[in-house]
């Protein structure tokens, strides 16, 4: 008797865990604990950018679509600041599945892949018109994303950083040679310091928390930036002259990990691929009417803001020429991009 008191007590065991492991597994799924609705699909969206930056505006209401569209379905949540991480890592997390999404810079993706840094190249896109049709909606855009798609990178939406200017202490820059002697604060990548030294400038790397009293105590004479960081770091407060060259632009990416892309149903795949498109197109308009009224308030608090003149635009060419066609960048993005970048000009 004892025996079978025994058996049936493992068997009883061995039922219940049947029966938790099946109910485990399809908790998991899409079930709460209860067995009554479904759990929602946690959609975490990290960015580096402030609460107040156009992107932080738009995913409110990104939220809001794929939210109300999915039955909430989906749930999304929008982590800005940097609490993930920088641009690099959370790339990085999206590729792996520890991260659903990411809003990026287009410098944040070639920081990940060296090979996307063409984008940022010098007097590629001068005005918004070009970005529109050669970035935004060109052959840029359909490179990036059959690009990225192939490293378990889904590209959603294409957004805005900013156009670069130039700011310093000195002198207006209307041409090429107002450039020499100049110590400026530029991004640490070759690119960039091979464009400004070509103008004789001694540049100088640092981080951008670091440049407001580099400026401030004249270690530097200025910064290449946009409106954007210009203004929202106060460094107009320490330069007179800004000159808006739109030497260099960088774009903004809307990113999900194809991992996380992959379970999702083809209906909630397309609800979040139509909210990222009107996220992304919403956010470049609003960028640029932020830039616009950046700029004016920086010229109002009595900083010098010029637009850039034809010598310096011919001056910004003949360097950006002579760059696409140097070899190192060939051999770093590719032949077939650089061919392209030479059909455009």
Known sequence: GKSLKVLALVLTMLFM?????????????????????????????????????SYSVVAQDFEKEVEEKTNGEIDIQYLGG???????QMVEAIQRGDLEMTWTSDIGLAAVYPELGFVNLPYLFPTYEDVDRDYINGWVADYMTKFCEEKGIKILGFGENDFRAVTNSKRPITKGEDFKGLKLRVPET????????????????????????????KTVDGQDNGAIMTYDYGLYKFQKYAT?????????QMCMG????DKLTPEQQQIIAEASKKAAAAQVKLQRENAEKQ????????????DITPELEADFKAI????????????????EVMDKIQEMK
């Open 82 to 88: 940097g609490v993930l991480g920088g641009e690099r």
């Open 17 to 53: 865990v049947t029966v938790v492991g099946c109910g485990g597994s399809s908790n998991t799924g899409d079930k709460t604990s209860d067995g009554g609705e479904k759990k929602p699909i946690v959609i975490r969206i990290g960015t580096t950018v402030t609460p107040t930056h």
């Open 244 to 252: 808006r060259a739109n030497q260099i632009y960088s774009g903004m």
């Open 190 to 217: 070759p690119m960039y310091v091979d464009f400004y030294e070509s103008l004789g400038v001694a540049c100088t790397p640092m981080a951008i928390t670091e440049v407001p009293t580099a400026l401030q105590q």
């Open 258 to 261: 194809t991992v996380t892309w």
């Open 295 to 306: 700029w004016k308030e920086m010229a109002e608090a009595g900083m010098e803001v010029i």
């Open 320 to 335: 950006a020429e002579r760059m696409y066609k140097d070899p190192q960048y060939a051999k770093l993005y590719g032949q």
